[in-house]
């Protein structure tokens, strides 16, 4: 069974950098897809940043320029960096890995 955990998240100065990881655990293989989402209560999750099995990225348009998807060490390993963060980007960030959902993680950024 696959099992997805996410880390990194926490409370940043608007401006800030932060680094978010997911890791999936349980299979032998690449998994197809590992993407990032966040939400804000109240307000439907939404796509952040994927990466394929064949290290194709897609990044959503409000983030783009700013929020930088990457295979890290380990075999279904992505790290989601985040650079000029802004109070707007205030969310729980959740992974997925095809599929299959982590708890997610907290995302402040808070002057």
Not at 5 to 23: D, I, K, N, T
Not at 44 to 61: H, K, Y
Request: proline residues 4%; aromatic residues 8%.
């Amino acid at each position: 069974q696959v099992q997805v955990v996410e880390s990194g998240g926490g409370l940043v100065q608007p401006g800030e950098s932060l680094r978010l990881s997911c890791a999936a655990s349980g299979v032998i293989f690449r998994l197809p897809f590992m993407g990032w989402y966040r939400q804000v209560p109240g307000k439907e999750r939404e796509f952040v940043a994927s990466l394929t099995n064949d290290d194709m990225t897609n990044v959503a348009d409000s983030v783009r320029g700013r929020f930088t998807i990457a295979r890290a060490a380990g075999l279904n390993t992505v790290d989601l960096q985040m650079n000029s963060l802004q109070p707007e980007d205030t969310a729980v960030y959740y992974c997925n890995a095809a599929g299959h959902w982590g708890s997610g993680t907290l995302v402040t950024v808070s002057s």
